[in-house]
């Protein structure tokens, strides 16, 4: 995966012993807004555009429409469909949830830091401010992106 920057995923400069109000991810990220939802694992939490609880098995990060979405690793592009982008690498699955118009295709090979489209929407969370929607797999099991990019 790539380097982060000094920036820890709780938003604080490490070792500075300030935290910022919403958590801003490192240059590893997909899009570099603060964080609107975390990866929720087996809690289930509300969904208030669906009106039911799930288990949000990703993150969601502020994005302006419009906004370039960039591929967090190296790996090959598995599947796009709808405003979902897949990207495999040997051992996990990312998946980019919200783009409009990707602009790659089944079987591309990316590098971290490629534009894979731009924030679109996310019906799921269509009462959430704008954003993407990003998840990591690894053995088929959802796991936190936070934890997996560091």
Not at 61 to 89: F, I, Y
Not at 109 to 130: I, Y
Request: aromatic content about 6%.
């Amino acid at each position: 995966l790539p380097e982060a920057t000094s920036s820890s995923p709780s938003g604080g400069q490490e070792g500075s012993g300030q935290q910022a109000a919403s958590p801003e991810v490192s240059s590893a990220w997909p899009v570099p807004g603060p964080m609107l939802a975390p990866f929720s694992g087996d809690e289930l939490v509300y969904n208030e555009t669906l009106g039911d609880w799930r288990t949000h098995n990703g993150v969601d990060l502020a994005a302006e429409a419009g906004e370039p979405v960039k591929a967090a690793a190296l790996g090959r592009v598995s599947a796009v469909w709808g405003w979902t982008v897949e990207v495999s690498d040997v051992s996990r699955v990312y998946r980019y949830q919200g783009l409009e118009a990707p602009a790659v295709q089944a079987d591309d090979e990316v590098h971290a830091g490629d534009v894979l489209g731009k924030v679109g929407r996310v019906p799921a969370e269509a009462k959430l401010p704008s954003h993407l929607h990003f998840e990591v797999r690894q053995d088929g099991s959802c796991v936190d992106p936070e934890t997996a990019l560091g």
